[in-house]
């Protein structure tokens, strides 16, 4: 059974910083891209940032290049988030996904159950 666990989200303000992780089970997470999306109160869910499987590759939207930064550990099934200098518009739930093979902005099989992030103004 494939499970993936967010953690880290809360509340925050404007300009702030925050670290997001997401732990896998199940998988053979070295095979796998990892990637962030995020959905806020009323709209789609969109692609935040993307890694691929060793680390080397990155990509992320317009709106976080610059100040969020996503990293992984493979020898702890992880992903990491790093969030900063945080907008209110930020505000949403961010949910980790993993695609086998190539890293990219769909294509996601699993996904975790998402974690909270708020930020005052």
């Known amino acids: 059974q494939v499970q993936l666990g967010e953690s880290g989200g809360g509340l925050v303000q404007a300009g702030g910083s925050l670290r997001l992780s997401c732990t896998a089970s199940?998988?053979?997470?070295?095979?796998?891209?990892m990637g962030w999306f995020r959905q806020a109160p009323g709209k789609e869910r969109e692609f935040v940032a993307g890694i691929s499987r060793g680390g080397g590759m990155t990509d992320y939207t317009n709106d976080v290049e610059g100040r969020f930064t996503i990293s992984r550990e493979n020898a702890k099934n992880t992903v990491y988030l790093q969030l900063s200098s945080l907008k209110p518009e930020d505000t949403a739930v961010y949910y980790c996904?993993?695609?086998?093979?190539?890293?990219?902005?769909?294509?996601?099989?699993?996904w975790g159950q998402g974690t909270l992030v708020t930020v005052s103004s």
């Open positions: 996904a993993a695609r086998s093979g190539y890293v990219g902005r769909n294509g996601y099989q699993y």
């Open positions: 199940g998988i053979a997470f070295g095979l796998y891209a």
